[in-house]
């Protein structure tokens, strides 16, 4: 008899019941798991692990691991860290999670994420007021097109070949 799938998560907090506890069911066949990996879904079920985050709506920076799981590893990597086995450059990893081909963000997560910042509090500059620089706060616009016509024209003196002399 085929499993009924259920449907997409729709919100943080049922992400959050699915992940916690000491093991996750695959929603797919029903098996439990500590970390859901992508072996058993392409072996199993024949899919990536980005597409099952897809099709249940699961927002690829959450581990599809148990959250005891989770906190095990966690403390592992903390003490790496704090033996200074683990040479962490900030720098590095900020990179490399930037090319790291992130899947697509979930719907729920970018409304949630847009709520949240309407509630927070933004200093706007009155009309006819100014900018910390001094500047007029109307005129950013004109100031800020005048700075990048003079950038494009200081990077296009910068790339041409000098002119060769007429007639020698």
Excluded at 34 to 59: D, N, Q, W
């Amino acid at each position: 008899m085929q499993r009924k799938i259920p449907p997409p998560f729709a919100s943080r907090a049922e992400v959050d019941a699915y992940l916690s506890g000491d093991q996750i069911e695959c929603l797919l066949c029903g098996g439990s798991f500590r970390v859901l990996t992508g072996k058993h879904l392409r072996r199993v079920h024949g899919i990536s692990s980005t597409e099952y985050r897809e099709m249940f709506a699961i927002p690829s920076g959450r581990g599809l691991c148990c959250q005891a799981y989770g906190a095990t590893r966690s403390e592992i990597l903390q003490k790496l860290r704090d033996r200074g086995g683990l040479d962490c450059d900030p720098a590095a990893a900020s990179e490399a999670a930037k090319n790291a081909g992130r899947g697509a963000r979930v719907s729920w997560d970018i409304e949630e994420q847009a709520r949240r910042a309407e509630k927070l509090e933004r200093r706007q500059i009155d009309p006819g007021g100014n900018r910390a620089d001094g500047r007029d706060a109307d005129h950013a616009h004109q100031y800020q097109r005048a700075y990048r016509a003079q950038i494009n024209t200081a990077n296009k003196t910068k790339k041409e070949p000098p002119a060769e002399a007429e007639g020698s």
